[in-house]
């Protein structure tokens, strides 16, 4: 790729699921040089605080989806630019791992249209980090040989035969960003006939202190589990393999409603640019 030699660079990072100590030594490194760093709302506030350069600019750009104000991905794009254009050391700095459901690919072609450099380091996405804290391999011996990471927040994107097509499959099913339409993923499952083996854990908050592990078989969700709300993030794993969890589970439920990530009381929500436009330090309180 051919890059603008007056433009600094871009570094699409991965904070990993919760867990600070989640978090690479490449990405780490890369916080410590930052001149300005733009956070997802899924990003621990410890790694904020203990490893991003002092002198830095800390931009809040998170998505709160329904649960309020989401900072507009065209304004994400628009602030690499911004930013990258004063020859800056930009992080970008995503939850979980920096390429799985999330918007990376509007922001690499932002970058490559205005021949912006660029790198992208990988983290621990937040399927791993679930099922490692939760006691559940993805994959086991005489359980499964495969895993899906699927998401079904949009209802209408699954088709009825890819539906029934999951019931039969033998695959760990890993949903994210699936919690609020989790009643419409089991009804369709259990539709098709998907085998009492299979178990359902939502794992809330994984990898934080806060971490609550729900079970549930699939026949006996609508008594015990249809209609919670959960606490933002959860994941959602379906598969023989989350029988394992019982066994090997070594990190204890919370059992609390609080929430590790706070919601942010403000985002930006326009580019720098605009008389409107709020900037936020990283010594901003959550609400």
Sequence with gaps: MQTNPTYGKVILA????????LVTV????????AEVVLADRLVSEEILQQYVNSQAEVVFVGK?????????????????????????????LKGGDASMFSNILDELQTLVQN??????????????GAAAYAGIPLTARGYTTSVRFLTSYKLDVVTDNYWKELAETNDTLVFYMSSETLDHVVSNLVKHNI????????????????????V??????????????FVSPSLVIIGKVVALHEQFKW???????????????????????SENAEKVNKHVSRA
């Design 251 to 273: 990190l204890e439920n919370s059992n609390s409603a609080e929430h590790y990530f706070k919601p942010l009381a403000k985002l930006i929500t326009s580019t720098p640019d």
């Design 216 to 229: 549930t078989n699939l026949y006996k969700y609508d008594e015990q589990l249809r209609g919670k709300t």
């Design 115 to 128: 021949n912006i450099p660029y790198e992208i380091v990988p983290g621990v996405t937040a399927a791993l």
């Design 64 to 92: 709160q989806c329904s649960r309020g104000s989401s900072t507009p991905q065209y304004t994400i794009n628009e602030l690499l630019v911004h930013y990258a254009a004063q020859g800056k050391l930009v992080v970008r």
């Design 195 to 214: 085998e009492s083996e299979k178990l359902l854990a939502v794992i809330e908050q994984a990898t934080t202190p806060l971490q609550n592990v729900h």
């Design 14 to 21: 991965a904070a990993g699921p919760g867990d600070p100590d």
């Design 26 to 33: 490449k990405t780490v490194r890369y916080l410590q040089q």
